[in-house]
């Protein structure tokens, strides 16, 4: 462990002067490249105590009174591509220190996570930036890692250094938000320890779902904003629990001659009988909607995204791209055999794939474990779920355990239609408010917004939305588009999620008034909206997009700018305006083709 003085953080003066000096614990998230499971989370809270103090789920708003703790968790990720064969069939991957998924990210609530990122992306290179999803950013909103937003891309070979405070507590994820990176391996997890609200016994940690797709995610992106229309929509090849999954390779296309090996492997979990686990459900893939159980076990749902809700009882959990949700699970006290753990790919206007079915295997025992894939029956709730049915759970069931209720009669109100269709060149593209996204990775919003510039007449393609200093701002978000649900994301909040419904909202009803359920992702229906409500109390640039790769490629976006005079008064890092620096230099002498949005 080395001690460090506050002077040498790279946001010099700013947001932490309560501590003088900050212990550093260097971390290393260790698991064997191929092996499953995937990484034993240490039970809560990590060695230094109860470091949050009194604060619990009951007596702190967390928006309003974070902690810090002065630790500082520092990892070293270097990101490259190599070709790896998670399920079988040998591909090309974007990999963080060697390893699909990137390493799991492993803190208490108010340390600072300062993550040193060394783009060593070849063959080609690509610039590279990390979003950190759901985390507020309310000291550093720089630190977003959004390019063209909050920042310059990382240029090739460079090096960028994020330092900011886990401001909210639960479990989330990480990932590239260039181009569509993150559908080319580009995620990990992110545990952030704080109170409890509901006891457990075992925290099994992350389990991420993803879709997975074999072809290079580039080319995939040249599809979907292609003038091809039978090539908009691609099928994802896989489904993934923890990075792992069998694949028939049998089934590829005919003349496809990339090395594949059948039996993989799937991921396995040990339970024990009578006791709680808490299990960390992530949906990081690109486009697949999931639906998750476990034969003969119950869960009780307990957070979505980093908002711990009052418990429910379920035997099947909907995650949208980009949503978390804990639930816990007791161990039978009389278990048979092994069960079946399966998250599947929802299809019909949800989501498209070849091979939709993810398989792990819960033990209670090695004999049982050792007899092999299990037998058990899937719930019938499951079997019925799985078409159709991208819905959320109904926001009457997800109440939020620390109740806020928002302004009834905010000062913004705005409908935001998306819609979907071909530019003049032909391209397919997606737009919200007539028009569709495109980034300047040279010219990061939150940077010029800072030097007092918020008005960009010339640059309608970047979508800015500004709110001026209003306290709250309420959007109808209306999907025009075709019969497709997307899972909307908004960066720098937890968000109200006011109602959601098909066609179009009566204007007036709120679900639970005094205590809306509140989440940083909510599914948006097929031909339906969306009524969301956030505090302004962030001022930044914050993206708000669909969390499809695909959509978000083809500019499903806007930037939402919040407060731009409290923008202009934040003491932002030299380390900024020097990635752009970095940034420029390496596109003085190199061309970047950004066929898509950027993001
Ligand atoms: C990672 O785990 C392996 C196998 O358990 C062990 O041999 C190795 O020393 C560990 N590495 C670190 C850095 O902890
Ligand atoms: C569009 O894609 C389909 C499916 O791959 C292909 O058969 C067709 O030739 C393509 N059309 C054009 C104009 O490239
Ligand atoms: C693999 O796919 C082939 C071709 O579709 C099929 O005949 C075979 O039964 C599959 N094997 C398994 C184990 O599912
Ligand atoms: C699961 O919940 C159902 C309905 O509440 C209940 O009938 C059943 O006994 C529960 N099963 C287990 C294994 O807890
Ligand atoms: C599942 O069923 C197959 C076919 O009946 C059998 O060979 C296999 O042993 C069973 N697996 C377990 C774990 O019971
Ligand atoms: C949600 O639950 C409420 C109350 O149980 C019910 O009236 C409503 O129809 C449900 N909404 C949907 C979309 O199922
Ligand atoms: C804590 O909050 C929960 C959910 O709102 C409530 O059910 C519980 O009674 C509260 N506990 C205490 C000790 O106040
Ligand atoms: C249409 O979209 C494509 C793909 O994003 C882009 O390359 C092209 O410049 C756009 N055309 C026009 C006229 O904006
Ligand atoms: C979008 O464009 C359509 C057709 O050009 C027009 O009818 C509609 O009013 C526009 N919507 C907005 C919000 O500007
Ligand atoms: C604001 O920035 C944009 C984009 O760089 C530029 O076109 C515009 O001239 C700037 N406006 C002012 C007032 O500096
Ligand atoms: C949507 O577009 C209309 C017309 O271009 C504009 O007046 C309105 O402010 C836009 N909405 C938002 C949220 O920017
Ligand atoms: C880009 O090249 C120009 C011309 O050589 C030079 O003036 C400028 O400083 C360079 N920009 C960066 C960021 O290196
Ligand atoms: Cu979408």
């Given at each position: ?561 919040e407060r731009p005079a409290d923008i202009a008064k934040l003491q932002i890092p030299s380390i900024m305006a ?22």
């Amino acid at each position: 462990m080395k001690i460090r003085s506050l002077a040498a953080l790279p946001w010099g003066t700013l947001a932490v002067a309560s501590f003088q000096w900050a212990k550093v614990v260097h971390c290393q998230a260790n698991y064997s490249e191929l092996s499953v499971p995937f990484l034993q989370t240490t039970n809560p809270p990590l060695p230094q105590g109860f470091p949050w103090g009194p604060r619990t789920a009951n007596n702190t708003n967390p928006y309003t009174d974070s902690p810090v703790t002065g630790v500082i968790r520092a990892y070293d990720f270097t990101i490259s591509r190599a070709q790896k064969a998670p399920d079988g069939y040998l591909k090309d991957v974007l990999l963080v220190n060697g390893q699909f998924p990137a390493p799991l990210i492993e803190v208490n609530w108010g340390d600072t996570i300062q993550v040193t990122v060394h783009n060593e992306i070849e063959g080609p290179g690509e610039g590279v930036a990390l979003h950190w999803h759901g985390i507020l950013q309310k000291t550093s909103q720089w630190f977003d890692g959004v390019p063209g937003t909050s920042q310059c891309p990382i240029p090739p070979g460079g090096t960028f250094t994020y330092s900011f405070i886990a401001d909210l507590y639960g479990t989330t994820w990480y990932h590239s938000h260039y181009s569509a990176q993150y559908a080319g391996g580009l995620i990990g997890p992110l545990i952030v320890h704080g109170p409890e609200t509901v006891r457990y016994d075992i925290d099994k940690g992350p389990i991420i779902l993803s879709d997975y797709y074999h072809r290079p995610y580039l080319s995939i992106v040249e599809d979907v904003v292609g003038k091809n229309v039978s090539l908009i929509a691609p099928l994802s090849d896989n489904n993934m629990i923890n990075g792992r999954n069998n694949f028939n390779c049998s089934t590829v296309t005919p003349g496809d001659t990339t090395p594949c090996k059948n039996n993989a492997g799937i991921p396995n979990f040990n339970f024990t009988p009578g006791k709680v686990h808490r299990l960390r459900l992530i949906n990081a893939g690109a486009e697949g909607v999931q639906k998750f159980t476990v034969d003969g076990h119950n869960m009780t749902v307990i957070a979505n995204d980093f908002v711990p809700i009052i418990p429910y009882e379920t035997q099947v959990v909907t995650l949208g791209i980009g949503q978390r949700t804990d639930v816990l699970i007791t161990g039978l006290q009389n278990p048979t055999g092994s069960y079946l753990m399966r998250s599947t790919i929802a299809r019909g206007g949800c989501s498209l794939s070849n091979q939709p079915d993810a398989t792990a295997i819960v033990y209670y025992n090695y004999a049982a474990l050792s007899k092999g894939t299990p037998n058990t029956t899937a719930w019938p709730a499951f079997l019925n779920s799985v078409q159709n049915q991208c819905a959320n759970d109904n926001l009457t069931l997800t109440q939020p355990w620390f109740p806020i209720a928002p302004d009834l009669a905010p000062p913004t109100t705005e409908t935001i239609d998306i819609t979907f269709g071909q530019n003049s060149s032909g391209n397919f593209e997606w737009l919200m408010n007539n028009s569709t996204f495109r980034a300047d990775y040279n010219a990061p919003l939150l940077l010029l917004a800072n030097t007092g510039n918020d008005s960009f007449p010339l640059h309608p393609e970047w979508n800015v939305h500004n709110f001026g200093s209003n306290s709250s701002v309420r959007l109808v978000i209306q999907n025009n588009g075709p019969p497709i649900a997307h899972p909307i994301h908004l960066h720098g909040h937890n968000y109200f999620v006011l109602n959601v419904g098909t066609g179009t909202w009566d204007g007036k009803t709120i679900i639970r008034q005094n205590n809306p359920q509140r989440r940083d992702v909510q599914m948006l229906p097929a031909g339906g909206f969306i009524v969301i409500q956030f505090e302004q109390d962030n001022p930044g640039a914050w993206p708000l997009h669909c969390h499809i790769a695909w959509h978000v490629s083809g500019g499903l976006y806007i930037n939402v700018l919040e407060r731009p005079a409290d923008i202009a008064k934040l003491q932002i890092p030299s380390i900024m305006a020097q990635s752009c620096r970095d940034w420029g230099a390496f596109t003085n002498t190199t061309v970047v083709d950004q066929i898509d949005s950027g993001l």
